[in-house]
């Protein structure tokens, strides 16, 4: 699933090609997305000017002088330009056509996007209640300490909690807690302050240098370009069980927290 490095990188893409741009047209084929596509929508979208991407959490904010199009590439889903005619393969489930000859075609093989238009993006029930971005000023060890106390839940699962923090994915989360040498298992009100301050230093420099790698493509995720993410190459513990930490040699190890599956260095997260 595309995670916050993943959709920063393909807003990064596609922003050059499409902000100071007009929406020449809206080609929705396929409505039945996560959630059913509005049949308004093309509407409301066609002939306004975009004014800029943006990104919270998982969303693209593609902002127009007439209100924001909320598009989340779910499990499977990419955003990538094509010239107007470039032939849509089966998948190719919208486009935003644009006055430059270019379209911003959305992909997903799955169907578990998601493609909205709000006047108030940040109010729409899908964005409102989540926690601070983890690489805003909001977001520190301090705030992640004072959310987990009284938490039993285990420390990984409470990193994923999209209302503590959003965009700590799976991936992210598993690399994060490897190199802050905390044990995933532990619970989330047992880890000390001074902890989560290593914690949340941990988060910022995973998701930092996921980005800059272009994001972690494992099977399906391309950036606006159309380039894979190479931040795989770096990873330390994530979908490398029965291998060797590199750092202690420890075998590494696989659980299941929460329906998602966990890698951890017994010896290295304490």
């Known amino acids: 699933m595309p995670e916050l490095p993943e959709v920063e990188t393909s807003r990064r893409g596609i922003e050059p090609w499409i902000v100071g741009t007009r929406i020449a047209d809206v080609v929705v084929r396929d409505r039945r997305l996560r959630w059913p596509v509005a049949p308004g929508i093309e509407g409301r979208l066609r002939g306004r000017r975009i004014e800029s991407v943006g990104r919270r959490a998982k969303y693209l904010l593609i902002k127009t002088d007439n209100g924001t199009a909320i598009v989340h590439l779910g499990m499977t889903g990419n955003v990538f330009i094509v010239d107007h005619d470039a032939p849509a393969g089966i998948h190719d489930h919208f486009d935003i056509l644009l006055d430059s000859g270019r379209s911003l075609r959305f992909r997903d093989p799955r169907r578990f996007g998601s493609f909205f238009f709000s006047k108030n993006p940040l109010a729409h029930p899908l964005l409102s209640g989540l926690g601070p971005e983890p690489l805003g000023t909001d977001f520190d060890g301090d705030y992640l300490w004072r959310r987990s106390r009284g938490r039993k839940v285990n420390v ?51 998701l930092d240098r996921a980005i800059r790698a272009g994001g972690t493509t494992l099977r399906d995720f391309y950036g606006g370009d159309g380039e894979p993410g190479y931040f795989r190459q770096q990873l330390e513990v994530y979908d490398r069980e029965g291998e060797h930490c590199r750092h202690c040699n420890t075998v590494i190890r696989a659980i299941v927290q929460g329906q998602r599956t966990t890698y951890y260095c017994k010896s290295c997260q304490t």
Do not use: H, T
């Open 156 to 206: 990984k699962q409470f990193i994923m909690d999209a209302k503590v923090v959003v965009g700590v994915g799976n991936i992210y989360a598993s690399e994060s807690l490897f190199l802050a040498g905390i044990n995933p298992k532990r619970s989330a009100g047992r880890v000390a302050r001074q902890r989560y301050a290593v914690l949340a230093d941990a988060i910022e420099d995973v």
